[in-house]
């Protein structure tokens, strides 16, 4: 599912960016805003997901999501017209966790039952094709993100009930997609809801096999500033 998912993402910012370029020949309205920079900052809601591939041919992959946790995001962007930005991120969220049960760690031999509380913080820099639509937009997005993470893991062995703990430490770097909408309210103030997948290294969830991602929702406030 989350594959599909992430497939889906990385095509919509070309879609976008087709209909952006579509815009000015569906509408007369001529662009009044020329460059300009803004600050934004959010809440977010964060959690870990997994996909396995599956052994047989014809079923679907195994896929999984964790508790959520929460955070706050910051960002500066360069609006280059009405359908086009590029925009830096910074993302700080702790607490999301992930439970699995009967299931081999990386480094201990045997299986576990495991219980996992991450932490990110994560950078990401990001191409932004919009859709104009009166004060509402369309937003989508894709880049790369580098997301560092702590986890504490406990991990009970399901044969002899040993409980283990240790805290891992994990950086990635990767693609990240998204999509979005976004309420402008005058010349200088956009509120927007978004959703993105930023890339997680699997040892983080205590998981030897896999394909991690982190799941961000959030909502934020920017400021627009002219050049």
């Known amino acids: 599912m989350f594959r599909r998912t992430r497939t889906t993402l990385a095509l919509l910012p070309v879609a976008v960016a087709g209909l952006s ?7 007369d309205e001529r662009d009044a805003h020329g460059p300009s920079v803004y600050l934004s900052a959010g809440a977010a809601d964060t959690s870990a997901s997994l996909e396995l591939d599956s052994d047989c041919r014809w079923c679907e992959p195994w896929s999984d999501t964790g508790e959520s946790g929460s955070g706050y995001s910051l960002g500066i962007g360069v ?21 699995q049960a009967d299931v081999p760690v990386p480094g201990l031999p045997g299986r576990y039952d495991t219980d996992v509380a991450l932490d990110v913080r994560a950078t990401s820099l990001s191409a932004v094709a919009r859709l104009p639509l009166g004060a509402f937009d369309l937003n989508a997005r894709l880049g790369e993100a580098r997301v560092e993470g702590t986890s504490r893991q406990l991990a009970r062995d399901v044969f002899d009930g040993r409980l283990l703990a240790r805290d891992v430490e994990r950086t990635r770097t990767g693609l990240t997609a998204g999509i979005g909408a976004g309420l402008s309210v005058g010349e200088h103030v956009r509120f927007a809801l978004d959703a993105s997948l930023l890339p997680l290294d699997r040892a983080l969830l205590a998981e030897r096999d896999g394909d991690a991602s982190l799941v961000v929702v959030g909502v934020s406030v920017a400021v627009r500033f002219g050049l």
């Open 79 to 99: 609006q280059l017209n009405r359908w086009f930005a590029i925009e830096g991120g910074f993302l700080d969220a702790t607490e999301a966790g992930w439970r």
């Open 21 to 27: 370029f579509a815009g000015p020949a569906l509408a």
